[in-house]
């Protein structure tokens, strides 16, 4: 998904998420999951033309192939060994919109895109979180807003869920928030 905010594209996986600032960047990860992230049908909510498009003859194939020998079964175990991915080094964070929590009537998990969502009364527009990091961007009211609500998510979603929860959590209690400092939070 391209980040049009933070201009960057990120590859949400299992155990976390990877940023590239440029898309030819995404051909330095492995053949393998370039060619299961062309599969996928993109998220690409600022129309960028290159989303979609990989030419995987730029992409990484693995540089050695290392094996040892297993003395007791006599068995060879080979290991592909890779360059390493370009990503970038420090988590982006989003720019928040700051106090928007106040008519917040509930937060989910939306498997389809992997984010949270967080629903308003009033016929408010959503408001959509893609990395759960950036909660500890938000403002110390909403933080307490997301503190105090449950996330609503789908049994196969747990793990995912509650990834956000746990930062809520985290930043609620140890006094996180946009304007303060990691030295002033209680530790």
Not at 88 to 97: S, T, V
Not at 116 to 142: K, L
Request: glycine letters at 4%; charged letters at 25%.
């Amino acid at each position: 998904m391209f980040v049009n905010d933070i201009h960057c594209i990120a590859v949400k996986r299992e155990h976390g998420i990877q940023y590239f600032k440029l898309l030819l960047s995404i051909l330095t990860i492995p053949f393998y999951d370039v060619a299961a992230l062309a599969k996928l049908e993109l998220i690409n909510r600022s129309n960028y033309e290159g989303v979609g498009k990989t030419n995987c003859t730029r992409c990484s194939f693995h540089e050695q192939i290392k094996y040892t020998l297993d003395p007791t079964t006599n068995t060879a175990w080979y290991k592909l060994v890779y360059k390493p991915v370009k990503v970038l080094d420090k988590i982006l964070l989003m720019p928040m919109k700051q106090d928007i929590l106040g008519n917040m009537d509930l937060w989910c998990y939306d498997s389809d895109t992997q984010e949270v969502v967080i629903v308003f009364r009033n016929d408010e527009e959503n408001f959509r979180i893609f990395d759960s990091m950036w909660i500890v961007n938000m403002f110390a009211s909403d933080i307490d807003k997301l503190f105090r609500h449950d996330i609503f998510y789908e049994d196969k979603d747990a793990h995912q869920a509650l990834r956000f929860q746990s930062i809520a959590c985290f930043c609620y209690y140890r006094g996180i928030h946009a304007g303060s400092s990691w030295s002033e939070a209680d530790h």
